[in-house]
């Protein structure tokens, strides 16, 4: 069970190679300022009365040390609702897919190939090898939409001017 000055969220075994990486063993704590740091503050609050914390042994979870606020004393501010966590997640998720397409970006400005791109991310972050189609299907699909919503406005057809 992990401290009041502690949360846990349930991720991808890969999510918690990638901020373990990042931000050093757990607990981790994010750095004053950081967008997750934010998110998390807006999202903690008091926990019930009859709160008992319940986790799947099984299950992987990301430790993560609640920062002080003056708004929210992470003493008695400690607690996630199931949605909370829920969104919180999300948003974990969200923030490794834009480190890792702006990554990805970055090494393809520099010259290299896609596959080459992703397997230097994997190695960068020691993630194991078998999340590369995970990877390359989600850069494929976010190039796509991206390449898709550029070129939306572009080819849009325009209407004729009535001459009444």
Do not use: W
């Amino acid at each position: 069970m992990p401290s009041p000055m502690t949360i846990k969220i349930k991720c991808e075994p890969h999510i918690i190679t990638f901020f373990t990486r990042i931000f050093g063993e757990m607990p981790i704590s994010l750095p004053k300022g950081h967008v997750l740091g934010y998110v998390l503050r807006h999202l903690l609050d008091r926990p019930p009365k009859d709160h008992v914390e319940k986790y799947d042994e099984g299950a992987n979870f990301l430790e993560i040390r609640i920062p002080f606020n003056d708004e929210k004393n992470p003493l008695y501010n400690f607690y996630l609702s199931e949605q909370s966590k829920r969104i919180f997640a999300d948003r974990i998720e969200r923030e490794f897919k834009l480190m890792f397409r702006e990554d990805i970006n970055v090494s393809r400005l520099a010259g290299l190939k896609k596959k080459d791109a992703i397997y230097l991310f994997i190695d960068k972050y020691d993630l194991s090898p078998d999340i590369f189609d995970r990877l390359i299907k989600d850069y494929q699909r976010n190039y796509h939409l991206r390449r898709y919503y550029r070129t939306k406005n572009v080819q849009k057809p325009r209407r004729k001017k009535s001459s009444v």
